[in-house]
């Protein structure tokens, strides 16, 4: 199903959560760069990201901010072998 914003749409809240920790470790972001947030769209009542507004609460998250550091630290290492 495509939606008119032309944005990928994530069918639950928890699949969108988790596309964004992935996109925020496999694109490494520079701070006030890249999607911040999701939000259930109105027209295909989906899930997309946005980049504007406030940062998602679950991105402050230490458990989540640790795992991307690590999952960060890794790819840094793999790519320079
Ligand atoms: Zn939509």
Redesign the pocket.
């Known amino acids: 199903m495509k ?3 032309g ?1 990928n ?1 994530y069918e639950s809240e928890e699949f969108a959560r988790e596309a964004l920790i992935q996109n925020r470790i496999h694109f490494n972001h520079r701070e006030g760069n890249g999607p911040i947030n999701i939000y259930l ?1 109105s ?2 009542n ?1 899930w ?1 990201f946005t980049s504007t507004g406030t940062e998602a609460d679950f991105l402050k998250e230490d458990e989540v901010i640790n795992r991307i550091q690590k999952e960060i630290r890794l790819r840094n290492w793999t790519d320079e072998y």
């Open positions: 939606c008119v914003t944005k749409a769209c027209d295909c989906a997309h």
